[in-house]
């Protein structure tokens, strides 16, 4: 009984230099600055990059960083609504995604239909329009949206679409 005992103690103080060892070499190989909680909050990497250029080797040396804040890609933004109406498929469903960014390309070169998340978050916000407009929706067509952001039926008369563009 006491063999296994001394076993377990034995192991568990490997365990233990071990653990602590490798915290202090963490330590010593933090740049001049940085703190442990810091780097590892901002996520810094030593990078080495080789460039080769005409046979010779150039090797620079830099850190990157994450700030932790997540990354958004930017929305495109609310330029127009076309003056041509496209035909909707059914009360639920638009015309297709193809047919309605080509309709805004058409008429605001450069741009393509917005999606909801598009117009909700466009500075300035878009004006208010008469009636529905069709909007690009996660299945490969259109839906429609009233002037005031939600969603309403597209009835069965052709509607404009909403266009939108990176600015």
């Known amino acids: 009984m006491r063999k296994p005992l001394v076993w377990i103690l034995v192991l568990a103080s ?3 230099l071990t ?7 963490r330590r010593t190989s933090m740049p001049t600055g ?8 901002s996520r810094e990497f030593q990078t080495k990059a080789t460039m080769l250029h005409t046979g010779t080797s150039t090797t620079a040396q830099g850190s990157v960083g994450a700030t932790g804040l997540p990354f958004q890609e930017p929305l495109a933004q609310y330029v127009g609504i076309t003056q041509a109406t496209l035909p909707v498929i059914n009360e ?5 995604l193809l047919v309605l960014n080509r309709a805004c390309f058409a008429e605001f070169p450069g741009t ?4 909801r998340p598009e117009l909700y978050q466009s500075i300035p916000p878009p004006p208010e329009w008469p009636s529905v407009v069709q909007v690009s929706d996660q299945f490969l067509t259109g839906s429609c949206l009233s002037s005031d952001g939600m969603s309403a039926s597209c009835g069965s008369e052709p509607a404009p679409a909403i266009c939108c563009a990176f600015k």
Not at 34 to 41: M, N, Y
Not at 92 to 96: K, M, P, V
Not at 112 to 115: F, G, Q, T
């Open 34 to 41: 940085v703190s442990p909680t810091l780097a590892s909050t």
């Open 112 to 115: 393509r239909a917005c999606s």
């Open 19 to 25: 653990l602590s060892a490798s915290r202090a070499q």
């Open 14 to 16: 490997i365990a233990f």
């Open 92 to 96: 639920n469903f638009g015309s297709g």
